[in-house]
């Protein structure tokens, strides 16, 4: 397995390794010995699979807050989506900013989304399912989020905020500007 922090240094790509031959592949998708030396140690505690119908459908950005935050290792287990997370640590120096890795069941890569970030992610093509697994449980009245398309933010999505497709609630999220502060940049960083 390869390890890229990318450019917002808590947030991973894990790229496996795919062994092959005429019958298929086989791939680890997690070692927890490699993820604690790479990543930190981290318990998962539940595992969640969406499906999206539609090509252009955006879900987020989702987070919990604290107590009940949620670190999340995303991977995409058929078609393709473009995955999501911006940082809502107060006082980090990447403060409102995002990163962004495309997530298909044929790389298999899969991206680590922290706690203290908010995720997301847009579809690209029809049929796609996610997995990811999670750090706590789902908890309702923890459950937040941050406006997809906040221009603050800026990110640069794969579909124009009028094909997008939406639930009602993540229409109605706030901007960054308005959310409350809850996680902050740890002293040791």
């Known amino acids: 397995m390869q390890f890229e922090r990318m450019t917002i240094p808590n947030v991973v790509l894990i790229t496996p390794k795919k062994f092959g031959d005429a019958r298929g592949y086989f791939m680890e998708t997690f070692r927890q010995n490699l993820f604690d030396a790479e990543v930190g140690s981290h318990t998962f505690v539940q595992e969640n699979r969406s499906f999206s119908a539609e090509a252009g459908t955006v879900r987020g950005l989702h987070f919990q807050l604290d107590p009940r935050a949620q670190g999340k290792l995303v991977s995409c287990i058929a078609g393709a989506l473009l995955d999501v997370a911006v940082d809502i640590r ?26 203290g970030f908010a995720h997301g992610f847009c579809t690209l093509k029809p049929d796609t399912v996610i997995s990811y697994k999670v750090t706590d449980y789902y908890s309702p009245e923890h459950d ?46």
Do not use: H
Not at 156 to 167: E, G, N, Q
């Open 90 to 115: 107060n006082g980090s120096p990447t403060f409102g900013k995002y990163v962004a890795a495309e997530l298909t069941a044929e790389n298999a890569c899969q991206l680590w989304v922290p706690p």
């Open 144 to 189: 937040r989020g941050l406006l997809w398309n906040d221009p603050k933010i800026g990110i640069i999505w794969p579909i124009s905020s009028d094909r997008a497709v939406l639930s009602e609630k993540d229409r109605k999220q706030p901007a960054l500007a308005n959310l409350e502060a809850n996680f902050f940049m740890p002293e040791e960083q």
